[in-house]
């Protein structure tokens, strides 16, 4: 019999396999990407202390685009380079998430290395 693949379960074995491997510091926090059929959200997290330093999404008021589409990615990614660079924060470790790398998610990631991170 033939069973149905739960992609939320697999996003999330790849992205346990991933956070093995990648963890932010003070001096390198780690930048995680998670997206949804409606939203997407970045946030600069140091995982020493389990805080988050900065934070940006497509529901802010400084994203003009209201969506989940690549648009909406690019200027969250800007934003969130923009705060991160705000706190003194140059280079990030990328975490995507369990996503694969393409479309909204590289959108995110390109856009905050234009706006100045280096990861």
Known sequence: MITKINRKAERARRHA??????????????????????NII????????GVTLAYASSLDKE???????????????????????EKKIKAVVFDRGGFIYH??????A???????LEF
């Open 17 to 38: 396999r991933v956070r093995t491997k990648i963890s932010g510091t003070a001096d390198c926090p780690r930048l995680a990407v998670t997206k949804s059929n409606r």
């Open 103 to 108: 479309g909204v998610i590289k959108e995110v």
């Open 63 to 85: 994203v003009k685009t209201k969506a989940a589409n690549k648009e909406a990615a690019k200027e969250v990614g800007t934003l969130i380079a923009k705060r991160a660079l």
């Open 110 to 116: 390109e856009a905050a290395r234009e706006a100045g």
């Open 42 to 49: 970045a946030q600069v997290i140091d995982d020493t202390k």
